[in-house]
């Protein structure tokens, strides 16, 4: 099974760390947007797409590259890193659900993680979470990353 995690990480590496987790369990390459070709990535059999969030939004090099995305045929999941919780109504990878499957990916799954914030005012205390995403985090992405694989 071919599995690329395409991962914006740009503030403290933390959606790096996170896709470095999930990627020895799916035998993944971990790679920017900028280092794969778009049609290698819509011809693997499962994609991961994930960045940070930013102001209640993914990165937008990763969106971007979304768009760019061929038509696609295999499996896709989302995950992110935020200072702040998720809802589960609107999980932070939800936007990108719609454009994935009009390129004709199945999405799988969505991960996200608390992560170390330091947007803004949060910057004059030290940031939120710094210690985050921790072992405990990780251990998630593992395990999440482990059912993605199990259901081939």
Same mark, same amino acid.
């Given at each position: 099974?071919?599995?690329?995690?395409?991962?914006?990480?740009?503030?403290?590496?933390?959606?790096?760390?996170?896709?470095?987790?999930?990627?020895? /369990?799916?035998?993944?390459?971990?790679?920017?947007? =900028?280092? &794969?070709?778009?049609?290698?990535?819509? @011809?693997? $059999?499962?994609? *991961?797409?994930?960045?940070?969030?930013?102001?209640?939004?993914?990165?937008?090099?990763?969106?971007?590259?979304?768009?760019?995305?061929?038509?696609?045929?295999?499996?896709?999941?989302?995950?992110?890193?935020?200072?702040?919780?998720?809802?589960?109504?609107?999980?932070?990878?939800?936007?990108? /659900?719609?454009?994935?499957?009009?390129?004709?990916? =199945?999405? &799988?799954?969505?991960?996200?993680?608390? @992560?170390? $914030?330091?947007? *803004?005012?949060?910057?004059?205390?030290?940031?939120?979470?710094?210690?985050?995403?921790?072992?405990?985090?990780?251990?998630?992405?593992?395990?999440?990353?482990?059912?993605?694989?199990?259901?081939?």
């Amino acid at each position: 099974m071919k599995v690329v995690i395409v991962c914006v990480s740009v503030s403290h590496g933390n959606t790096l760390r996170v896709a470095r987790a999930m990627a020895p /369990v799916l035998d993944a390459r971990v790679v920017a947007p =900028e280092e &794969v070709d778009p049609a290698e990535a819509a @011809a693997a $059999d499962l994609v *991961g797409f994930g960045s940070g969030v930013f102001l209640g939004r993914l990165h937008p090099r990763l969106t971007d590259f979304v768009r760019a995305l061929p038509a696609g045929r295999g499996r896709a999941f989302t995950f992110a890193t935020s200072g702040f919780p998720g809802m589960p109504v609107a999980p932070f990878g939800g936007p990108l /659900v719609r454009p994935l499957e009009g390129k004709g990916f =199945e999405v &799988v799954g969505n991960f996200s993680c608390r @992560a170390h $914030d330091t947007w *803004g005012p949060l910057r004059l205390v030290g940031g939120i979470h710094a210690r985050r995403p921790d072992a405990d985090d990780l251990a998630a992405a593992r395990a999440f990353a482990r059912r993605l694989r199990d259901r081939g």
